[in-house]
């Protein structure tokens, strides 16, 4: 699959570019509170912050060290993906040659299945790898596996998730007539998880009770559906839609209209390759920020469904790729809808994404007696060398925050998760 | 003698080949489906799948099939990336895997059979161990493996070592301590050297019962590979399947199935062979 390199725009822009994305990033981390940072930006004013900061934040190095690429350690890396469109920025910077544009020769290898990638990834055959976003937080927390360190350097994907029903609960939608059906999702530890048994509680079903909800690899879904083993999954795309490029089922609704934003995949490294080989990395994470930001833009998504379509990677009909990227896609039931922000591509990590997570992992009772919900959160974020480095400079490190989140129209506090978790009439525990 | 012999073979090939037409005709009607139902609207029904559009089944006839296999057979060698190569490459990842865990297994398992062969004392000592791990479906291995190895290509080779070790273990245990007491005497009147005895007495006469067991062993590795293939993917025939799977190709799926029946009848008829050779009259 040729595929046209990238009209290289202006170098300096770019540079210019690395350099605000590393600043804010830093920024970001050192004040995770907008308000905070905001205030102090406009207290001091923006060239006295980033030269305190220098004192104590190697900013200038990391500016360099991701701007001008030095050489980085290894260039030969492997990073594993799962065939699902969240892996888009991860696979089609193979093909459109942002991997060789910051000089890394990348080895995409399709894997098959979360628990092979996870292995495969502490095993060090992979360098770095797709994960669902919660996977980092459980490898780090030792859910499911024993405690290595993990870092989730970046989102790959927010949205680009539906629930598909079987074509015979067509007149279903009311998710309360929804007792008793065999539902699946692709792993225990996936946003798909948390999101299906969100939107089951709000309305009114015990997602541990009511309905049964197992974890069934991506391929087997559209299988089972046919096979009437399932009545539905909230599963990650291209599933949903080739349910329905095969007549089998129909989507009742994308993952967008429960949490507008949600993170879902990520692009994940263990700590060890990330301060072992820091230019690599940071290489590395240039041709993600770079591939994210061009898949985010509209007028490209037909260029890259074509580009990850083909047996190497995603293995499925262009028209499906196309119909889950640019959004304008065939419901199943007769009607052709339209949402551009069926997926979109956004990397920066916010911490509230991670602790919204560990609420949902306590309110299901995956992660059992407290947690350090905000603990964990910046350290899977990198964040508590940021805290480290702020307690010796003598500033006070914020609580953490990042965005507003809001699920089903209930809004989120990153600051009180407890409350949180609490404030739902059906948990576990 | 001779006539009857080629008459039945005659015959059966007959049969065979009646079945395999009935077989195709049966397949052929089952998958020549409605012609098309309702009309939808043209832009939407460009988005949906031939299935979908038009009722037809999504099972594949005989003669997708077979335009499958010559695409196939066309161009096995193909490499288009990491993730996508050729079907003669797959079956040389899986055939590589098996030819080595195989090897291993049996450079662990005829020494060790002959050990326990011989001396009654190891025999019930090894007994209980053997008899435990035996059962144990050799893919329960795959996780223990990948943990403590750390590299699933080795992984994979482990798992049919494990897979393959038990029958050969045990025929070679079986064979040995089978072989008849008078030759063994003859040996000793002859004060003939241990080594020189197992060589020239025991091997030979417990030949055909090891190779018995190798037969096993290369069926059973070659019924695992695939399996653990598809669980940790990357290459091999097992791969294929998945990633044909995850495609929900079944037309490639089924050329799979044949061309792994193919392969393993091969293997099987290659030691029978050797079985055959090794055969002695009593």
Redesign the interface.
């Known amino acids: 699959?040729a595929v046209e390199p990238l009209s290289s725009s202006a170098p300096n822009a770019e540079e210019d570019r690395f350099s605000r994305v590393v600043e804010s990033a830093v920024m970001r981390a050192l004040f995770p509170q907008d308000a905070t940072r905001r205030a102090f930006l406009n207290s001091v004013g923006v060239s006295t912050a980033a030269a305190a900061i220098a004192q104590f934040f190697p900013i200038m190095a990391a500016k360099e060290a991701f701007a001008q690429g030095a050489a980085p350690e290894k260039k030969d890396l492997k990073i594993g993906f799962i065939?699902i469109t969240c892996a888009t920025p991860i696979i089609m910077a193979a093909p459109m040659g942002f991997y060789s544009k910051q000089g890394l020769n990348v080895?995409?290898?399709?894997?098959?299945?979360w628990?092979?990638i996870r292995?495969?990834t502490i095993?060090?055959?992979y360098d770095a790898a797709h994960m669902l976003s919660p996977m980092p937080l459980a490898i780090s927390i030792g859910a499911g596996s024993n405690p290595i360190p993990y870092t989730m350097p970046a989102v790959e994907n927010i949205n680009g998730q539906a629930i598909t029903l079987s074509m015979k609960h067509k007149d279903k939608r009311d998710p309360k007539s929804w007792k008793g059906f065999k539902f699946a999702v692709p792993f225990d530890y996936s946003m798909h998880n948390y999101l299906l048994r969100y939107y089951l509680a709000e309305n009114g079903l015990d997602p541990d009770t009511d309905v049964q909800i197992r974890a069934v690899p991506?391929?087997?879904m559209?299988?089972n559906l046919?096979a009437d083993n399932l009545d539905g999954f909230l599963a990650p795309d291209p599933v949903n839609q080739?349910a329905?490029?095969?007549?089998v089922g129909f989507i009742h609704i994308l993952s967008k209209e429960i949490w507008d934003g949600h993170p879902c995949c990520a692009f994940a490294a263990s700590k060890e390759f990330v301060t072992q080989s820091p230019n690599t990395f940071s290489a590395l994470m240039r041709a993600i920020i770079e591939a994210t930001a061009f898949a985010s833009k509209d007028e490209n998504r037909k260029q890259i469904a074509e580009a990850i379509a083909?047996?190497?990677?995603l293995?499925?009909?262009v028209?499906v790729v196309e119909?889950v990227l640019t959004g304008t896609?065939?419901d199943g039931l007769?009607?052709?809808k339209k949402d551009a922000k069926r997926i979109d591509f956004d990397p920066f990590p916010y911490e509230s994404f991670a602790i919204w997570i560990l609420t949902q992992m306590k309110r299901w009772g995956q992660i059992k007696g407290d947690i350090d919900y905000a603990g964990v959160a910046k350290q899977v974020f990198l964040a508590t060398d940021a805290e480290k480095l702020m307690k010796q400079a003598g500033l006070t490190p914020p609580t953490p925050s990042g965005k507003t989140i809001v699920v089903m129209g209930k809004a989120f506090d990153p600051s009180k998760p407890a409350a949180y978790v609490d404030s739902f009439a059906i948990k576990r525990g | 003698m001779i006539a009857v012999g080629s008459s039945l073979n005659l015959r059966a090939a007959l049969v065979s080949l009646v079945i395999f037409v009935l077989f195709i005709g049966a397949w052929q009607l089952g998958t020549s489906g409605k012609s098309a139902v309702a009309t939808v609207d043209p832009e939407y029904a460009k988005l949906l799948g031939q299935s979908a559009n038009t009722g037809k089944s999504a099972m594949p006839g005989p003669a997708d099939v077979a335009q499958t296999i010559w695409g196939h057979l066309k161009d096995p060698f193909y490499v288009r990336g990491t993730n996508d190569k050729g079907l003669g490459i797959q079956l040389g990842f899986s055939l590589g895997r098996v030819a080595l865990g195989y090897i291993l297994a049996l450079i662990v398992a005829l020494p060790l059979g002959f050990l326990i062969g011989m001396s009654p004392l190891m025999n019930k000592a090894l007994d209980p161990f053997i008899q435990i791990m035996k059962p144990v479906s050799p893919l329960a291995w795959m996780p223990l493996a990948l943990y403590t190895i750390k590299d699933s290509g080795i992984s994979a080779i482990f798992v049919i070592f494990i897979c393959s070790l038990w029958p050969m273990l045990i025929n070679t245990a079986f064979g040995v301590s089978s072989v008849r007491k008078e030759w063994l005497n003859v040996a000793a009147t002859l004060e003939v050297s241990p080594l020189r005895k197992a060589f020239t007495v025991i091997l030979p006469a417990a030949a055909p019962t090891i190779l018995t067991g190798m037969r096993i062993s290369i069926g059973i590795a070659w019924l695992v590979i695939v399996a653990a293939e598809m669980l940790v993917g990357g290459t091999g025939i097992g791969y294929f399947v998945w990633n044909e799977w995850n495609n929900l190709s079944i037309t490639n799926v089924i050329v799979a199935i044949l061309v792994i029946g193919l392969v393993g009848m091969i293997l099987d008829q290659a030691l029978a062979r050797v079985a055959r050779a090794v055969t002695y009259p009593e």
């Open positions: 699959m065939p080895e995409v290898v399709k894997t098959a299945g628990a092979v292995d495969k095993n060090k055959e991506p391929p087997e559209v299988a046919r080739r329905v490029y095969d007549g083909p047996a190497n990677y293995n499925q009909p028209t119909q896609y065939a007769g009607n052709i």
